[in-house]
């Protein structure tokens, strides 16, 4: 019940695509769901996050979508450039400073 | 803000000895602190969680008499992998965040190979 599940494993785009990344868990007890970037050899950096009291919140050409009867977020990269490749991973808490579950990474490539 | 960072980036070391690997919130203060870690081309892997001023919580299946914790200070937590083996060469990243708050920032990581 704990685990969040991400798909595609890997995703090919054009430059200009919009790449979709989906994730969906069972706890319904989660509040949070960040998304993270991550390039090679560095740390996860956070991209953007939902509470589940809305059901879309954009960033500038990030968009997280969530759907919470279904218990399915996803992320949506519009304008997908070369520099977006990399991988992301979806998350999921309960509660303030609690631990993250991760879903298991999607890495997206980008063509140019 | 919201900056972490670990040190050393990359450390090489032979089997049987101990490596630490310190984590710093430098500008803001880290009631708790997480561990990672990465195998290539998998998924974040949590360790342990640390609050400052407390004995560190392990996931089942992690040793915490080899993968010892230390959170002595609200800007530091650090890793000591006791007695390193090869299979313990990894990629170790941790995160922290504020009290209250539910984003974890993520250090650079820490390469250890063990040779």
């Known amino acids: 019940q704990q685990q969040v599940k991400q798909s595609p494993q890997s995703l090919i785009v054009q430059k200009g695509g919009i790449s979709i990344i989906n994730c969906a868990y069972e706890?319904?007890?989660?509040?949070?769901f960040p998304w993270y970037q991550q390039f090679p050899g560095k740390g996860p950096a956070l991209l953007i996050a939902?509470?589940?009291?809305?059901s879309e919140k954009k960033e500038g050409r990030f968009t997280i979508s969530f759907n919470k009867s279904a218990k399915q977020f996803s992320l949506h990269i519009m304008d997908s450039q070369p520099g977006d490749s990399a991988t992301y991973f979806c998350?999921?808490?309960?509660?303030?400073?609690?631990?993250?579950?991760f879903g298991e990474g999607t890495q997206l490539t980008v063509n140019p | 803000g919201a900056v972490v960072s670990q040190h050393p980036s990359r450390v090489i070391c032979k089997s049987g000895t101990s490596v630490k690997i310190e984590c710093r919130s430098l500008d803001f203060q880290a009631t708790t602190m997480f561990w990672y870690r990465q195998f290539p081309k998998q998924s974040l892997m949590l360790m342990a969680t640390?609050?400052?001023?407390?004995?560190?919580?392990?996931e089942q299946g992690v040793e915490k008499d080899k993968f010892l914790i230390n959170h002595a200070s609200l800007t530091l937590s650090t890793l000591t992998v006791t007695s390193a083996h090869p299979e313990d060469s990894s990629f170790y990243i941790c995160?922290?965040?504020?009290?209250?708050?539910?984003?974890?920032?993520f250090g650079p990581g820490t390469r250890l190979t063990v040779l």
């Open positions: 995160s922290a965040l504020t009290s209250g708050t539910d984003t974890q920032y």
């Open positions: 998350a999921a808490s309960q509660a303030s400073g609690s631990r993250l579950t």
């Open positions: 706890n319904t007890a989660f509040d949070y």
């Open positions: 640390s609050n400052e001023g407390s004995k560190a919580t392990y």
């Open positions: 939902i509470r589940p009291d809305v």
